[in-house]
């Protein structure tokens, strides 16, 4: 099965879309990730994000890129805000990954016909769990030699 599709191919690209958009908003509503896009591409589920919180602005509204304030409430908000959520990142990206990957999992189990689909594109498919297969099957890493070895799940830190 491959996990590649075009537009004219008997698949159901709307559960695709679909689930896009359920990953997007619950990483957005739940871990406060900031989330740039979501979409299909190919039949594949694209979701476009990354981890961590700047400052209060960013936790407030996670998935926005203009800071709809005057200038000194932004820099007191980085001053403060800022500094806390430096010393809290740690925590809050765990927290973060936990939230990615329930958001990919409770997209695998609405669609479970779709499972290679969803998380065969993802950005960080080292914070998916149960994906080792579609990610061999799909993905080619390669040595410092530049020989072809399987993809194996990166070792967190």
């Known amino acids: 099965m491959s996990s590649e599709h ?4 008997d698949f159901d690209f709307a559960s695709v879309e679909q689930a896009a958009h359920e990953i997007g908003i619950f990483c957005i ?4 990730i900031p989330v740039r896009q979501t979409k299909e591409k190919y039949g594949t589920v694209r979701v476009y994000n990354s981890f961590g919180i700047e400052n209060l602005y960013w936790f407030i509204r996670p998935n926005y890129c203009f800071y709809r304030a005057p200038i000194w409430v932004r820099k007191l908000d ?24 329930k958001a990919y999992q409770n997209a695998v189990n609405k669609y479970p016909h779709l499972r290679e689909e969803i998380v065969v594109n993802a950005d960080f498919p080292e914070f998916i769990n149960d994906n080792e297969d579609i990610m061999q099957r799909n993905w080619t890493q390669y040595d410092e030699h530049g020989n072809e070895v399987p993809w194996t799940k990166p070792k967190s830190n």
């Not at 980085?78 to 990957?101: M, W």
């Open 29 to 32: 509503k739940w871990g406060r």
């Open 6 to 9: 075009f537009w004219g191919d």
């Open 78 to 101: 980085d001053a403060t805000f800022g500094r806390l959520f430096e010393l809290l990142r740690p925590l809050i990206v765990k927290y973060q990954i936990y939230i990615y990957n």
